[in-house]
């Protein structure tokens, strides 16, 4: 079974600019969750989607957003991009909320630089 | 934003010995998930806990849900070079139907041949 996959796997962007990013979780997954990830602050919770409705939001300025498709498929985007959102972008996949598995998995992520 | 009390931050250890990390936290956590990290690579998934003073193995990892559920330790026996990477600890917050998942400072760890 394919894993996570996350495009692009690296992206430079300029102040000022927006991104997209692409999440596809495993086959079966409909939860997906975004994390971004930084030397100094580790690991924080971006949001979570699950039947293309979030579910659950860190906190996170409102220029971080997100969506979900009906195939489970995910974009998350950040408008007016600023130095402090270079950072690996993180998707995680899971089966749904409610069932006993409660396991995560991580794609390979963005790399994300902001000049 | 909120975070685990990971230790402890790094370690060097030879290889052949046994290794003990941990998390912490004063809240109370549903489920605690153990990952590994190599760099430029996502958190791969170690072991899933599930109860309060649960002890799954997974190889030469083994790790424990504290009995309290602010706690889980994760113990790696007999450590290899390849074991070298970041090791992180991820607790659920008591949210029903959520992944919501918040991660501890992480675990370097370096193994001397």
């Known amino acids: 079974k394919a894993g996570v996959t996350q495009t692009p796997r690296y992206l430079i962007k300029t102040r000022g600019q927006q991104v997209t990013l692409s999440c596809s979780p495993i086959s079966g997954h409909r939860s997906v969750s975004w994390y971004q990830q930084t030397p100094g602050q580790g690991l924080q919770f971006l949001f979570e989607y699950f039947s293309e409705t979030q579910r659950n939001k860190g906190n996170f300025p409102g220029r971080f957003s997100g969506r979900q498709f009906s195939n489970s498929r995910s974009e998350m985007n950040v408008s007016t991009l600023e130095l402090g959102d270079s950072a690996l972008y993180l998707c995680?996949?899971?089966?749904?909320?409610?069932?006993?598995?409660?396991?995560?998995?991580f794609g390979p992520g963005t790399r994300l630089t902001v000049t | 934003g909120q975070q685990l009390n990971q230790s402890p931050q790094s370690m060097f250890i030879q290889e052949g010995e046994d290794v003990s990390m941990n998390c912490t936290s004063s809240?109370?956590?549903?489920?605690w998930l153990w990952y590994k990290q190599d760099p430029g690579e996502g958190p791969v998934l170690l072991i899933a806990?599930?109860?309060?003073?649960e002890l799954t193995s997974n190889g030469r990892l083994t790790a424990q849900f504290g009995i309290t559920r602010k706690d889980s330790f994760l113990n790696i026996s007999a450590s290899i070079p390849s074991d070298v990477g970041i090791y992180f600890c991820?607790?659920?917050?008591?949210?029903?139907?959520?992944?919501?998942?918040?991660f501890g400072t992480g675990t370097r760890l370096k193994v001397l041949a």
């Open positions: 806990l599930y109860k309060a003073g």
């Open positions: 809240s109370i956590f549903n489920t």
């Open positions: 995680a996949s899971s089966l749904s909320p409610g069932v006993s598995s409660y396991e995560q998995y």
């Open positions: 991820a607790g659920q917050l008591p949210l029903s139907g959520t992944y919501k998942y918040i």
